[in-house]
């Protein structure tokens, strides 16, 4: 087999075990910071690879509005089973470490989701959520103008969250 090939197959199985590691839907972003800044891919051939697993059904991308979350599938899972091996140990004990210090930063980030959807010619719908263990706190819809607005709004929530929360339970609890 090329050399090439073998690499293709060996950076592929390094993205599998990756998100299996975590063992929660990741973002693009979360995904891609990790090969980057290891310099173990470019970013060309890491959305590449990811394309490829998601076509194969060795992962399932979950489009959100503004962001896709990756989750490994039970054939991803056999698949890395059986050829887990074939990734240089310090590539793994590199992925270990990683998800140990990462995971918990990771969870909070997509426990917190904005969205938006065009519903007319004039109007878009925002929902913007934040959930803790699977159980929605917040589920804010608002109806918007404009595309533009939408985004901002969608941008924001990522920040904003957390105290427009505690403000609104502050507010309904007093």
Request: proline share 2%; charged share 20%; net charge positive.
């Amino acid at each position: 087999m090329p050399e090439q090939a073998i690499n293709i197959a060996d950076n592929k199985l390094s993205i599998l075990y990756y998100v299996h590691s975590l063992d929660i839907p990741l973002t693009n972003t979360q995904v891609t910071q990790f090969f980057l800044e290891n310099n173990i891919m470019n970013y060309f051939d890491l959305q590449q690879l990811l394309g490829q697993l998601v076509s194969s059904e060795h992962l399932i991308c979950l489009e959100t509005g503004h962001k896709s979350f990756y989750s490994i599938t039970q054939k991803g899972r056999r698949t890395l089973r059986l050829f887990q091996g074939h990734i240089p140990k310090w590539l793994r004990h590199a992925i270990d470490i990683y998800t140990a210090q990462n995971l918990n930063k990771f969870k909070r980030e997509n426990q917190i989701t904005a969205e938006y959807k065009r519903v007319s010619s004039k109007d878009y719908q925002v929902i913007c959520r934040v959930m803790e263990n699977d159980i929605v706190l917040i589920d804010l819809r608002l109806s918007v103008t404009d595309s533009k607005q939408a985004r901002i709004i969608c941008n924001n929530w990522d920040t904003k969250a957390p105290e427009i929360y505690k403000y609104i339970m502050q507010q309904l609890t007093e």
